[in-house]
């Protein structure tokens, strides 16, 4: 099987932390590189978590770069009090000193955009890494292969705003730069599909009964989450939103949706909402594919059985749980 190319541009954050577990876990993809931007906590730091992310699969040989660490135009709002002070749950993990972080996110995207032939983007924070690689270079962008990006509401509420999803909202600029300057479509990820992955109690019982050592951590980064969904949506377990843009990268049957003309709401009341123009009154052509359905048991068996490699019939037989 031929492994597609694919860099991981992302704000760990406890849920980008989970997606890189099942990218990396994944025979489809060849994971070249890890990009991170300002979102959750600042790119230092969500830098780290990535390294951390990776260290827990022995996959070290990636390589993480440091891209902006500020929104095109606003200011940085973090996520911290969702992701916790460090971006994964307040377990204040030990830094990981080799392999070093890099610099120069963007220029790594460039690069490997300009020397492969076919190399896609699935994009879990912000937009703007890419928004920034694409003013620089554009033409690099010929290479694009796909570009999946967890962000944007359609017919759901959003988590900033009545009507904003966070990724779109923290530099709604980039966001709308991207949606209208890519020839690639995009593929919207957004809140209406990922808001059905609740990551439960049930399942991280179930989980510590497989492998002690991935099971600790992922007990440990989402605990703080977990009350984070209690206190504020009165949710028993957590939404893993950034990991769903991965499985359906490699599982299209995981999302179904339509192509749409998308843009973004650069201010104002409605900043960061994606306007998904699904009846086309503004009569452009379409630039996305907008996920509206997702099958959730689907997702989380596929997850659950890379992470925890070795355990798939347990993971196939147990009643209950999933
Ligand atoms: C998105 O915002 C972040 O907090 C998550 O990591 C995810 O990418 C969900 O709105
Ligand atoms: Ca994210």
């Known amino acids: 099987m031929e492994k597609r190319k694919v860099i991981i541009d992302c704000d760990p954050g406890i849920d980008d932390s989970l997606a890189i577990l099942l990218a990396v876990n994944s025979p489809e993809l060849e994971v070249l590189g890890i990009t991170v931007c300002s979102g959750n906590v600042p790119a230092k730091l969500g830098a780290k ?10 996959s070290l040989h990636i390589p993480v770069y440091i891209g902006e ?27 990981i000193k080799t392999p ?6 963007v220029d790594f995207i460039i690069n490997i955009l300009k020397n492969h032939d ?14 920034k690689a694409i003013m620089k270079d554009k033409e690099a962008f010929n290479n694009l ?26 530099d709604p600029h980039s966001a709308d730069y991207v949606y209208k300057n890519l020839s690639t479509k995009i593929h919207m990820v957004g809140l209406d599909v990922t808001r059905k992955i609740v990551l439960t109690p049930n399942i991280i019982e179930f989980i510590n009964r497989l492998d002690e050592r991935m099971a600790k951590y992922i007990t440990e980064i989402t605990r703080f989450y977990i009350d984070f969904h209690w206190e504020q949506e009165g949710i028993i377990g957590c939404v ?39 009846v086309g009154f503004y009569k ?12 959730e048991k689907r997702f989380m068996y596929m997850f659950l059985k890379r992470v925890f490699k070795g355990y798939e019939n347990v993971i196939d037989s147990v009643e209950g749980v999933i």
């Open 49 to 58: 978590n990535a390294l951390k992310a990776l260290q827990m699969c022995s």
């Open 69 to 95: 660490e500020e929104p095109l135009k606003r200011k940085l709002v973090t996520a911290q009090d969702t992701h916790g002070e460090d971006g994964v749950g307040e377990k204040f993990y030990e830094e």
């Open 100 to 105: 070093s972080i890099k610099d120069g996110g």
């Open 118 to 131: 076919k190399v896609s983007i699935i994009a879990l924070g912000p937009l703007t890494n890419i928004a």
């Open 145 to 170: 292969d796909e570009i999946i990006s967890m962000g944007g509401a359609y017919r759901i509420h959003g988590n900033c705003s009545p009507v904003a999803e966070f990724n779109y909202w923290v």
């Open 240 to 278: 893993i939103n950034d990991p769903l843009a991965v499985a359906y990268f490699i599982d299209r049957s995981i999302c179904k949706g339509f192509e749409s003309y998308v843009e973004v709401v650069e201010d104002g009341i409605a900043m960061g909402q994606s306007i998904v123009d699904s």
């Open 284 to 295: 452009n052509k379409t630039n996305a594919v907008v996920l509206t359905e997702v099958e």
